[in-house]
């Protein structure tokens, strides 16, 4: 029976003893799957010349085609693996969705088994979950191939991984071909642990913006003592508990209060987010500003979504959601009014936030928590609403939209350590954060899109 060369296992240069299994060894063979076999697309196997052996799947002229190919792989208990396939699509729109990969870990009888450790999220707490398919990220695209990869722990009580390539819900034109599919045993890959902080501090003294800023010192100096690598400060600070125009304290971006706070960030060796008015020509924009342990503005966000006050006097739009790459993690930023909208804070994430700084005035907590658990993604809050207003609250929200840590004081900071390397598995949704692109809906401006 045909075997596809390029399915192996590919020995690791690890601090441990591990053994290479090719795939002449494994009892595993590449089968034609399809869910209902009127639906069932064409499947083939070819070599190219480019690549090496490939598996295709094709709509063959008709729509709404699903079928993949799937082999099981042998693994160790407790193993760490990368995983990678090399994908290339013709003629299919939407290839986040329509083109996935899943692995599903099983037993030796090809039944499910669970994970590990309990699941603290929300939902049943303290139970073990079933291990729910694992789904790859895209990843760099080169010549018309598009890398898929992912690196998971097989499960104490799992013995195979099966390998799904898939294409489903696809145009009548489309194609998919797979090649030079690899699971490599790896060492245990070291965890990104990082501490965030929130400043939960209003201005009350002072007109000018320094002195705003200068307020702000002791809680960086507070956060930092406890060992943060991030601090979240609040919305428009140098503007709060003025009656000046916002004009008036708009100013560069690297400007004044950036470098104040550079200083600070050097001083204490962490990041700080800084909410600011930003003056640029003649326009006035509401920034978050992410300025880096060693001083420097790293990036800027300019608040997309205004509310009717700031559209009133003055304040512009911005148009863009920008994530920027630090040596802690992927950071995007929001600003107060954008936690009302869904689209913010997705967007950031569809472009690799990992964290989300959110400088708020205030708004709804539970809509910072929805934010969190509908993104998978860390959203750290100051905010300028006591604590009794039982509103709003400067905190480290987590995955399942739960509070890690909130400030409960004026002038304090609440600090959480997280893993942003460790996925939180739901009962039922698996690493839920994974399928996000694989099965979030197709919006009207991504039709007919690739």
């Given at each position: 029976m ?7 296992l590919?020995?690791a240069?690890c601090?441990?003893a591990c053994?290479?299994v090719?795939?002449?060894?494994q009892?595993?063979?590449w089968?034609e ?5 009127e639906?069932?697309?064409k499947f ?6 480019d690549i ?6 094709e709509?063959?002229?008709?729509l709404?085609?699903?079928g993949?190919?799937?082999a099981?792989?042998a693994?160790?208990?407790g193993?760490?693996y990368?995983f ?11 290839v986040r ?5 899943r692995l599903?870990?099983t ?8 994970r ?5 999220a929300?939902?049943r ?7 729910e398919?694992?789904f790859p ?13 992912g ?9 195979l ?24 045993p790896?060492?245990?890959p ?16 002072g007109?000018?913006?320094q002195?705003?800023?200068?307020q702000f010192?002791p809680?960086i ?25 916002l004009v008036t304290?708009?100013?560069?971006i690297?400007?004044?209060?950036t470098?104040y ?9 962490l990041?700080?987010v ?16 992410l ?14 979504t205004l ?5 009133m006097?003055g304040v ?6 920008p994530v ?6 992927k950071?995007g930023?929001?600003?107060c009014?954008?936690g009302?909208f869904?689209e ?23 809509l910072?928590?929805?934010r969190?658990?509908e993104?998978?993604?860390y959203?750290?809050s100051?905010?300028?609403?006591d ?9 480290i929200?987590?995955h ?12 304090t900071?609440?600090?959480?350590e997280v ?17 996000i692109?694989r099965?979030r ?10």
């Amino acid at each position: 029976m045909y075997r596809l060369k390029h399915l192996r296992l590919c020995a690791a240069i690890c601090l441990f003893a591990c053994t290479a299994v090719s795939m002449a060894d494994q009892p595993s063979v590449w089968k034609e799957q399809f869910p209902r076999e009127e639906i069932s697309p064409k499947f083939t196997k070819a070599m190219h010349s480019d690549i090496g052996d490939v598996l295709a799947i094709e709509a063959d002229g008709k729509l709404g085609r699903h079928g993949w190919w799937q082999a099981s792989l042998a693994v160790q208990p407790g193993q760490y693996y990368r995983f990678s396939v090399k994908r290339r699509t013709t003629g299919l729109n939407n290839v986040r969705r329509a083109a996935p990969v899943r692995l599903v870990w099983t037993d030796d009888k090809g039944l499910s088994v669970k994970r590990d450790d309990p699941t603290w999220a929300s939902y049943r707490p303290g139970d073990r979950p079933i291990a729910e398919p694992e789904f790859p990220a895209d990843g760099v695209s080169q010549d018309g191939w598009t890398e898929v990869t992912g690196i998971y722990q097989a499960p104490q009580s799992a013995s195979l991984l099966s390998i799904e390539l898939h294409l489903r819900w696809a145009d009548s034109q489309a194609k998919v071909e797979w090649s030079n599919v690899e699971l490599t045993p790896i060492a245990s890959p070291k965890q990104r642990i990082v501490r965030l902080a929130a400043a939960h501090l209003k201005p009350l003294s002072g007109n000018s913006p320094q002195e705003k800023c200068e307020q702000f010192a002791p809680l960086i100096a507070a956060a930092a003592a406890q060992d943060a690598d991030l601090i979240v400060l609040g919305e428009t600070l140098t503007n709060v508990s003025t009656t000046l125009p916002l004009v008036t304290v708009a100013e560069p971006i690297p400007g004044p209060s950036t470098e104040y706070f550079g200083e600070l960030a050097r001083k204490h060796n962490l990041h700080i987010v800084a909410g600011l008015l930003e003056r640029d020509a003649d326009l006035v924009y509401n920034v978050a500003v992410l300025i880096s342990p060693t001083g420097d503005v790293i990036g800027k966000y300019r608040k997309v979504t205004l509310p009717r006050s700031e559209a009133m006097r003055g304040v512009t739009p911005g148009d863009e959601y920008p994530v920027f790459e630090t040596e802690i993690g992927k950071i995007g930023m929001m600003v107060c009014y954008d936690g009302f909208f869904p689209e913010v804070a997705r967007e950031l994430t569809n472009n690799g936030a990992e964290i989300i700084a959110f400088p708020v005035w205030g708004c709804n907590p539970l809509l910072a928590a929805a934010r969190a658990c509908e993104n998978h993604v860390y959203v750290v809050s100051s905010t300028y609403t006591d604590i009794s207003s039982d509103w709003m609250v400067s905190a480290i929200f987590g995955h399942d939209g739960r509070q890690l840590a909130t400030a409960t004081q004026w002038g304090t900071v609440a600090v959480a350590e997280v893993n942003l390397d460790k996925k939180l598995y739901w009962h039922s949704l698996g690493d839920f954060q994974a399928q996000i692109q694989r099965h979030r809906p197709v919006l009207p401006h991504e039709k007919g899109k690739p």
